[in-house]
């Protein structure tokens, strides 16, 4: 049995879906420090002062989407209540009940759908007029008059979010001034690769994803969450000025544990709130409820496989290492050879030994947390996801030991 405490270092992954997402982590990170664990982050003083002890923390922080949003949080120094606060200021009856008794904290600015939602500008503003004056792209069928009249890259961008970083949120844009490690993922628009930003060498490269270390903090959180068609794809220039459009960070991959393994985890964490409903007495059968909750279920089931899949090849990966290594051993065979094919192996398979991995998702019966709407920022819808996050974290850490 692998004990919590014996780990080294250790990384949280927090995968995208909007405000219901973020609440959700909000209430796995709760969880996580009711077991013991502290969140670190800062500037590298404020992370030597204040946690110098290693045991059960958490400095290596990688999110996507939503995910970037409490992660960029987190790796700032911010605690969880004045997360929590700047998304609710405190007014629900339960998220008090988190924050009752506690030391006061530094309260970041509210989060308003003005800085989550601001209006794609002229795009959006010249849509219809263009359709209107362009009547001969009716004759190309329906596909020509998609392609033609809906020349809008988004009905938002997420240009809000990156002000509200830069201006009410960080010290220093940047994540070389960070006493923690921070990973963001986002999406090359024009190009088929993953993107993860962060404080990295010009030197590191691995095929088919893109090391970046030309944004600020601001910007990649901006980029990440750019959720198509909702958000424009966003913008930022490298260090040759280019201009590069990026967009949401799970379009490649849903769950990026291996960022956080490649940056020398050997415990990663990782939180997503993409459960497909099944059926409970209660809501009944899903095509009583329209479309929207229909195509949420088909998505949800698509995730739920690509992160299946993900977790099924870390563990068959594992097997097979293991299955070397006993045969070698079973065998009497030369240790040399032995850990030289077993280096060979995890190097071609980017295998990294030692680490373990914890997944925290809601309960498929939990048709609260399918229902509940993904951009709300209603106190009460605010609390129960909270208190899901809270509860699947709690199910899933009784397994372990300290």
Known sequence: MMRLSDKKRIALVLSGGGIKAAAFHLGVCLAL??????????????????????????????????????SAFLASGYSIESIIDAFERGSATDLKRFTKGLKPFARLKPI???????????????FIPNVMRRRSIMTGGLEALVKNGFKINGL??????????????????????????????????????????????????????????????????????????????????????????????????????????DAGADLVIASYSHQPYHYTPVMGSLHNYGIPLIINQALYQVIEQKIAKHIEHQQQISAIMSAVDGYFRQQGLPDEHREKLLDILAKRVNYKPGVDYIYIHPSPQDHEMFFVDHFSLNPEILGRIVHSGFRAALQVMRKFDL
């Open 156 to 261: 938002f961008t997420t240009k809000g979010i990156e002000r509200y970083f830069r201006t009410q949120v960080l010290r220093e844009n940047s994540f070389a001034s960070l006493g923690v490690e921070l990973y963001i993922i986002a999406t090359q628009l024009n190009h088929s690769r993953k993107v993860v930003f962060g404080n990295f060498p010009e030197t590191h490269k691995i095929k088919s994803i893109k090391y970046a270390n030309f944004a600020t903090i601001s910007d990649a959180v901006a980029a990440s969450a750019s959720l198509p068609p909702v958000f424009a794809p966003y913008g930022i220039r490298n260090q040759k000025g280019k201009e590069l459009f990026f967009f949401d960070g799970e379009i490649r991959e849903t769950l990026s544990t291996h960022v956080a393994a």
């Open 33 to 70: 420090r009711e077991k013991g664990f502290k969140f670190a982050g800062g500037s590298p003083e404020d992370v030597h002062m204040k946690y110098e002890d290693d045991r059960l923390t958490f400095k290596i922080y990688v999110g996507s989407s939503a995910g970037s949003v409490i």
């Open 112 to 126: 308003t759908y003005r800085d989550m939602f601001a209006l794609n500008g002229g795009n959006f503003v010249s």
